[in-house]
């Protein structure tokens, strides 16, 4: 029995111990699996052994070094090392003999005042072993609340986190999924919203897009990622460019709080061509949060608009050393590379963004044209050919393959894409250019 009540106690001790780690780590936004899980089983098992090495240094903390020798003492009474369990857990009213002797009278009377001292001593001890039982039982009860609390917290965090990484992956729907997870715990939660919306903007889906920017509004009225994310969507809508500029500056005349906040306003002002403004703002994000590849991928974008490419190059390949897999920020240095003549360079970049993500149209296009600058006409046929299955709808992808067709002498074929480019775009540039080609082909 006394085996079993030291076994107890000491997974009482070790899960008060396992809540103490896990509160340090969520207030160091490092979480550790929740309890329950191998992590605590573990923690049980070695626990008993760790207890030795640890009481020194437990013992020089205050608080927790007396919760720790309170639960070393009882773990041991159980097991007889020190005064026996039920001396240390009743309530202090030792059992006496005062059985009389033949002992004299002032023997008998020294005996029952020792006895009351020890009595005494006993009770008050009874009395301080009580009062730390209770301070312990509300400590742990007090850890465990808290430690809850930074769980969910701290669970959101990495969810939200993780969201934010699957999007920067192409991987859309998984970041939809960790949206709608946190969600469902807390609705109110406009940076999952957000996420959520921006995710279903990516994939095209534009109502279900502007319902979950609507909705993180509505949660967060300051919120200016969301009003970002609303206007980026309706900007994709050939009716709503007017709404879409008007919730840019708004966007533009609100107030941050935050390093989301920062970058959110920072892309409304580039899309309002104030650049200056916007890498203002994306700097004081930085300082906020140095480790937000988005941050340097969103700045690396204004030196672009400005036609500075080679300013751009670096913040480019900052956003991609913080997150190898960013897709966007791959696929701009990679346009960025072939602006300033670097075609290899072009090339590598896009075919890393097409490993991460290849159900991008615009990336194989872009990979074709860099092929066609280098005469690799059949590399460049492929990569129009995929941008095309990808997005059936793509002039410009008609237009050069048919040029890449003409490279190898497959007229035919040549004359097919410009016809199709014209047909899509009859009064754009793409379909302007099909058909100077059709004309120049005439004769063959």
């Known amino acids: 029995m006394g085996y079993l009540v030291y076994g107890l106690v000491r997974v009482i001790e070790a899960t008060l111990f396992y809540m103490l780690a896990f509160l340090v780590a969520g207030y160091l936004k490092s979480p550790i699996p929740p309890i329950g899980s191998q992590a605590y089983i573990i923690i049980v098992v070695i ?17 927790i070094g007396e919760v720790f020798s309170v639960f070393d003492q009882l773990a041991h009474s159980c097991l007889g090392k020190t005064k026996p369990a039920e001396n240390v857990l009743q309530a202090g009213v030792k059992a006496t003999d005062c059985r009389d002797t033949q002992d004299s009278q002032e023997e008998h009377s020294e005996n029952m005042k020792q006895s009351r001292c020890a009595d005494r001593k006993e009770a008050i001890d009874m009395k301080r072993i009580r009062r730390i039982l209770q301070a312990i039982a509300a400590f742990t009860l007090t850890i465990f609340v808290i430690a809850v609390c930074y769980a969910q917290e701290t669970g959101s965090d990495v969810l939200l986190a993780q969201a934010r990484s699957a999007i920067r992956s192409a991987k859309y729907q998984d970041a939809i999924k960790k949206a709608t997870d946190i969600l469902t715990k807390d609705p109110t939660s406009a940076a999952a919203w957000c996420l959520k919306g921006e995710a279903q903007s990516r994939l095209k889906d534009t109502t279900a897009a502007l319902e979950s920017f609507n909705k993180a509004i509505q949660a967060d009225k300051a919120s200016i990622y969301a009003v970002v994310g609303k206007a980026n969507t309706l900007a994709e809508l050939k009716n ?34 104030q650049y200056e403004k916007a890498l203002a703002d994306y700097d004081e994000a930085l300082q906020r949060k140095p480790d937000f590849p988005e941050i340097q991928m969103n700045k690396g974008m204004v030196y672009w608009h400005k036609g500075d490419y080679a300013s751009a190059i670096p913040l480019f390949t900052a956003a991609i050393k913080l997150d190898p897999n960013f897709v966007e920020a791959l696929a701009n240095r990679g346009a960025a590379y072939r602006k300033t003549g670097n075609i290899n360079s072009a090339i590598t970049d896009y075919s890393k963004a097409i490993e991460v993500n290849p159900n991008d149209a615009m990336t194989f296009y872009n990979r074709g ?18 941008a095309i299955r990808l997005q059936p709808r793509y002039p410009e992808a008609y237009l050069n393959r048919g040029v890449a067709y003409t490279g190898v002498n497959k007229i035919a074929e040549a004359k097919q894409d410009f016809q199709k480019a014209a047909e899509q775009d009859p009064s754009g540039e793409a379909g302007q250019k099909a058909k100077r080609g059709l004309e120049m082909l005439k004769g063959y």
Do not use: C, N
Request: without cysteine; proline residues 7%.
């Open 47 to 63: 626990w008993p052994f760790a207890v030795p090495l640890l009481r020194p240094g437990l013992r020089t903390i205050p608080i």
């Open 240 to 273: 709503e460019a007017a709404e879409a500029q008007e919730l840019l500056r708004q966007a533009a005349s609100m107030t941050p709080s935050s390093a989301v906040d920062y970058l959110a306003r920072g892309a409304a002002f580039r899309a309002l061509g």
């Open 369 to 386: 044209v860099a092929h066609e600058k280098q005469q690799l006409h059949e590399r460049a046929i492929a990569d129009f050919t995929s």
